[in-house]
């Protein structure tokens, strides 16, 4: 063969082979473009909730709020006392619905916070299961409320909103006079809301028989004053809460009358 043919076939072949990788690179280019964008349409953008801590400064006391159980929803360095004197409030501590509260320094709450992400389809599955076993999980709920509320049981909430509330229907069969703010002052003045308190300073203790629980009853009275139907239990909220009732109607009228150590 010719050296110029040769030299011709040469460029040929690279020209050829230039052309088929210029070729390539433009089908794959195409393609690749091609994929993201169906994946993009296939993967559509969820939401992600996630758990974050926020500054808290102030805080609008809400019905049945007291400050002990506040300090510890929002994490307040120092505890309900804390609170107390960045509001200058003194004994019996009286906070009322609407109030709004002065928090300390590094007080924080937990709030939840949206993000966007985008998920594959194997994600959109497990979301489009968990959506269903969500529904029948509410379904189920709903119908276990509506049977418990056919039944016509009515419940309480743990904590001292729902002692009191308790104790007043139990004092209401009982003819035992008193409202949810007289109960409840007295109660944050005497044991800041814990049932689990106990005097073991004044003179009851002196004698052995200290003042406990959430009105500070000692033994004797609350024996003397036992509602029917309630525990013997003397550091259960609502005996106690219906013994002191119990005993401030028989000596004060109610307990709506007693303002102070009683």
Not at 202 to 231: C, M, R
Request: hydrophobic letters at 35%.
């Amino acid at each position: 063969m010719p050296l110029h043919a040769a030299i011709r076939s040469t460029r040929t072949r690279r020209l050829r082979a230039g052309g088929a990788v210029a070729l390539g690179s433009f089908a794959l280019a195409c393609t690749v473009g091609l994929g993201t964008a169906h994946a993009a349409d296939a993967a559509p953008a969820t939401t992600v909730t996630k758990a974050q801590s926020t500054a808290r400064t102030a805080y609008t006391v809400q019905s049945g709020d007291h400050l002990i159980a506040i300090a510890r929803t929002l994490n307040v360095p120092g505890g309900w006392q804390a609170i107390a004197s960045a509001n200058n409030l003194s004994s019996p501590y009286t906070i009322y619905p609407g109030q709004v509260l002065k928090l300390p320094a590094g007080t924080t709450a937990k709030t939840a916070s949206s993000s966007a992400s985008s998920s594959s389809a194997s994600t959109a599955s497990k979301a489009s299961t968990a959506s269903t076993s969500s529904s029948a999980s509410t379904s189920t709920s709903s119908s276990a409320s509506t049977s418990a509320s056919s039944s016509g049981v009515k419940t309480y909430a743990n904590n001292l909103d729902g002692w009191i509330k308790e104790s007043l229907d139990v004092m209401a069969k009982h003819n035992i006079p008193g409202s949810y703010n007289g109960i409840y002052r007295n109660v944050i003045r005497e044991s800041s809301g814990n049932p689990k308190a106990i005097n073991l300073w004044d003179s009851n203790a002196a004698k052995g028989i200290p003042s406990k629980g959430l009105l500070q009853v000692i033994q004797p009275t609350f024996n003397a004053y036992h509602v029917s139907g309630t525990s013997w239990d003397i550091y259960d909220p609502i005996a106690n809460i219906t013994a002191a009732c119990n005993y401030a109607y028989h000596r004060y009228g109610s307990i709506d009358n007693v303002n102070g150590p009683y």
